[in-house]
């Protein structure tokens, strides 16, 4: 694995916590909240797992990112 690829994701890591920390707080809290919040709550969650799992969902990297992480990019060539 490149090292360029391992680095991109430990600059990520904090900021996955962190959301992973809030997605288990706001588990926590859903039994004692309001149900019009709670509905809001799981609301943002299920677009969040849409955007995920949807295959056009997710932005496609580009050739820079591509080469950051090792991937040589050459587009469509003919033979």
């Keep these: 694995m490149p090292t360029a690829a391992i ?4 600059e990520r890591l904090p900021g996955l916590q962190a959301e992973a920390r809030w997605q ?3 588990a926590a ?3 004692h909240v ?3 919040d709670r509905r809001a709550m799981f609301r ?3 677009r969040m797992m849409q955007e995920i799992q949807e295959p ?3 932005m496609k990297p580009s050739r820079a990112q591509l080469a ?3 991937i040589g990019y ?3 060539q003919r033979s």
Aim: proline share 4%; aromatic share 8%.
């Design 7 to 10: 680095w991109a994701y430990l």
């Design 24 to 26: 288990a707080i706001e």
């Design 29 to 31: 809290m859903a039994p």
């Design 34 to 36: 309001k149900d019009r």
């Design 44 to 46: 943002r969650l299920e």
């Design 56 to 58: 056009g969902g997710r």
């Design 68 to 70: 950051l992480i090792g």
């Design 74 to 76: 050459r587009g469509n």
